[in-house]
């Protein structure tokens, strides 16, 4: 038999077992499959007497064998579901924070996945510029009227392109049919910092794009991605919104052959919702795959292709490379929290991914303690590295202890001064801490930027 320890961390998972052809059984936690054991051939499970909740069925010879805790939403189904139907149903739970996809947990998980190289999280409220928050491949706001434009007003404002959404969490929004409303990144044949990101002229095999997408009109839209001109061939890696209901996504090689997965549908007709989207390269299998809110929608292979990418001419949100001087799928809706890797996510870190959106931060308030887990460790460490040097918008989880929207030198020395710190000790933020823990400190810091800049991937943070 199977065990299987359950954090006891006063949160809610969800479990699931499953037994199949007599032989096997599967236990899940969270979506997750974490055992299977076989055993030896049997007409099944024997037929049971009772069918008990909270405790041991033999209670008189075993009363310590009580529930501490609570139960919700039981279901029996007379058959085994599949470990992708598993996971469907815990992401079924999870519903879309409303107003914003951005906790600062998913931020944390997107940087310290490995290979991040660009990440637009459209905070801006004012000017024209986009900011990549990792690399250099900052994006141009184009042709917007009246701009500069405060992006985090509520309401619509069609005729004035961009919009962010109310209480204060930004996105981008492109208002159809004003397709000269987009954001450009120029130097598009580069991922990533200019001087050590990946250039497409070398060749790239592995890429992921990953964002969030809410859909505002029943109208073809180009999405994201990189693309070059001309009328045809000029889909490099790209999302596209042929309607209000589906997307669509597309590779081409650098020997022009390419792949254009199926039309996969994401929302009722009128009914936009917010979802997380991810397209993969991986030139070694000639393989895309594409998911939405962390499940499978496609996988495509193509052994025509060569291993690395065509190379593009730009990178564009909001707008097909075609649309000037006459506009066309020109996109209406909202896009957020846009990165790019340089290597393809596995199915597993997608899923994390999406699942991390969900985590509301910690509420620990011992200073340096990022990771919420009452105590200023190496993981907090950890979070601050994968955040230093981002300019604004921090929160506590990145590792801005100080509140002043930025992570730096002085809230790693805030960490430095709690080294050690746990809730049912005392406080030392006003302590100065010993030369030993700097030097420790120091070491962290350096090893996990360092392995950011190179793009080494890193376990994820714990949450």
Not at 25 to 38: A, E, N
Not at 235 to 248: E, G, H, K, M
Not at 257 to 271: A, C, F, K, M, Q
Request: charged share 20%; with cysteine.
């Amino acid at each position: 038999m199977s065990r299987l320890d359950v954090p006891n961390d006063q949160q809610w998972h969800f479990f699931a077992m499953t037994y199949s052809g007599g032989t096997t059984m599967s236990i899940y936690l969270d979506g997750q499959l974490k055992d299977r054991d076989l055993f030896a051939a049997s007409n099944g499970i024997v037929t049971p007497s009772a069918l008990v909740f909270g405790h041991d069925v033999d209670f008189l010879n075993a009363p310590e064998r009580g529930l501490n805790g609570q139960l919700d939403e039981l279901a029996f189904l007379d058959r085994a579901l599949s470990d992708a139907e598993v996971l469907q149903l815990w992401t079924a739970s999870r519903t879309p924070i409303p107003g914003t996809t951005a906790t600062a947990p998913y931020r944390q998980t997107s940087q310290s996945l490995g290979g991040l190289r660009s990440y637009w999280r459209f905070s801006e409220t004012s000017g024209t510029t986009a900011v990549d928050s990792v690399g250099a491949n900052h994006g141009t706001y184009v042709n917007v009227a009246g701009f500069p434009v405060n992006l985090a007003q509520a309401g619509p404002g069609a005729d004035q392109g961009f919009v962010g959404m109310p209480a204060g969490n930004t996105a981008v929004r492109f208002v159809h049919p004003d397709g000269t409303n987009y954001m450009e990144v120029e130097n598009g044949a580069v991922v990533g910092n200019p001087e050590t990101g990946l250039s497409f002229e070398d060749g790239v095999s592995e890429l992921t794009m990953s964002f969030w997408f809410k859909n505002a009109f029943n109208g073809p839209g180009y999405v994201a991605g990189f693309e070059r001109g001309g009328e045809t061939a000029r889909y490099i890696f790209t999302t596209y919104s042929p309607d209000d209901t589906r997307l669509r996504f597309y590779v081409r090689a650098g020997n022009e052959e390419e792949i254009l997965s199926s039309y996969v549908t994401i929302d009722e007709p009128g009914d936009y919702q917010w979802h997380h989207v991810v397209q993969v390269w991986d030139g070694s299998e000639r393989r895309l795959t594409a998911y939405v809110d962390g499940l499978e929608v496609y996988n495509g292979t193509n052994n025509l292709m060569s291993e690395s990418l065509a190379v593009p001419e730009g990178f564009f949100v909001g707008r097909d490379q075609l649309a000037l001087p006459d506009p066309l799928r020109d996109l209406g809706g909202f896009v957020d929290e846009l990165a790019l890797y340089d290597r393809a996510l596995t199915a597993e870190e997608v899923f994390l991914l999406y699942d991390s959106a969900f985590f509301a931060g910690t509420t620990s308030k011992i200073p340096g303690d990022a990771t919420g887990n009452d105590v200023v460790d190496e993981d907090d460490a950890k979070a601050l590295a994968a955040n230093w040097g981002v300019t604004s918008g921090a929160q506590w989880a990145d590792g801005d202890f100080n509140d002043d929207g930025k992570v730096d030198a002085r809230d790693a020395a805030i960490l430095a001064a709690n080294w050690g710190a746990t809730s049912g000790g005392e406080s030392a933020a006003t302590a100065v801490p010993e030369p030993g823990v700097f030097a420790a400190l120091a070491g962290v810091l350096a090893a996990f930027v360092v392995g950011n800049r190179r793009g080494t991937r890193k376990p994820r943070c714990e949450l």
